[in-house]
């Protein structure tokens, strides 16, 4: 079961939402995978960023380079890459910094195949160009479930209503920043899709990143609103998600 993760938005939340979601869980079931397209996932789990040497890629080339060499590079190599994070969870590196946008549709598919049918995968899709091509979108495309994170924002449901991934996504995750004049109502009603959870803005879930211990330490609100879109997928997937 693969779980896509994008935003029409730079730093809304999508990373931190992923890495949460991945957390929980592998405290749910015991193969969770996190694939990270943006490269900010060793970070935020307090991780050393790895060096992935796999086939006939360059080292540290991550999931880039394994994209970057086409279908043609077997789905092994991606346990090769594979980091440990807790028990029950695996990173698997975003590698070089191209934007998966640009790399082969072909590999995107073929990652999210592979993903889709190794036990429970989240892909953090990286960071938004609005593109209908590419890995990335690719990925989107093939993933059993694909969820937009945006904050309550003006500037970004406009870039969202526009964004040929929204029509991919079956809800918004809302990261929700107090204060602002848009609710989870009115992202529904613009985004023409259901807000599946919401995430609240807080200053310990930003330390805790910025720390690095998320991964020791999810912090409550965190870990309670990412429970509750879990049992939420788990409901829409008649159970196939961790329940
Ligand atoms: N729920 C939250 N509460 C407080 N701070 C948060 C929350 N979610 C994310 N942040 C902070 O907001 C910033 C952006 O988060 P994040 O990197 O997850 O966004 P993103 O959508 O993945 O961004 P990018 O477009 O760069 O990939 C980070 O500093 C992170 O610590
Ligand atoms: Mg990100």
Do not use: N
Not at 29 to 38: K, Q
Not at 98 to 124: M, N, Q, Y
């Amino acid at each position: 079961m693969l779980l896509a993760l994008w935003s029409p938005k730079g730093g809304s939340g999508t990373s931190v939402v992923a890495a949460a979601l991945a957390l929980v869980s592998a405290g749910r079931v015991d193969e969770t995978h996190l694939a990270d397209l943006g490269g900010d996932q060793p970070a935020i789990l307090g991780l050393p960023v790895p060096d992935c040497g796999f086939g006939s890629a360059r080292p540290s080339e991550g999931l880039t380079g394994w994209l970057a060499a086409g279908p043609s590079m077997p789905t092994d190599c991606l346990d090769e890459m594979s980091v440990a994070v807790v028990p029950g969870l695996t990173l698997l590196p975003c590698g070089s910094d191209i934007a998966a946008d640009r790399l082969p549709e072909e590999g995107g598919a073929a990652l999210a195949v592979g993903l889709r049918d190794g036990g429970i995968a989240v892909l953090d899709a990286g960071p938004s160009r609005g593109s209908d091509q590419g890995a990335a979108f690719a990925a989107i495309e093939v993933a059993d479930a694909t969820l937009m994170v945006i904050r309550p924002c003006y500037l970004a449901l406009r870039k969202a209503v526009g964004d040929p991934r929204l029509a991919r996504s079956a809800g918004a995750i809302l990261v929700e920043d107090p204060g602002r004049a848009l609710d989870a109502d009115d992202v529904a009603a613009v985004l023409g899709v259901p807000v599946l959870g919401r995430v609240p803005v807080r200053a310990e879930i930003a330390r805790a990143v910025d720390a690095g211990v998320l991964r020791d330490r999810l912090p409550g609100p965190l870990a309670d609103s990412t429970d509750a879109i879990l049992d939420r997928l788990a409901d829409m997937a008649g159970g196939r998600w961790a329940a």
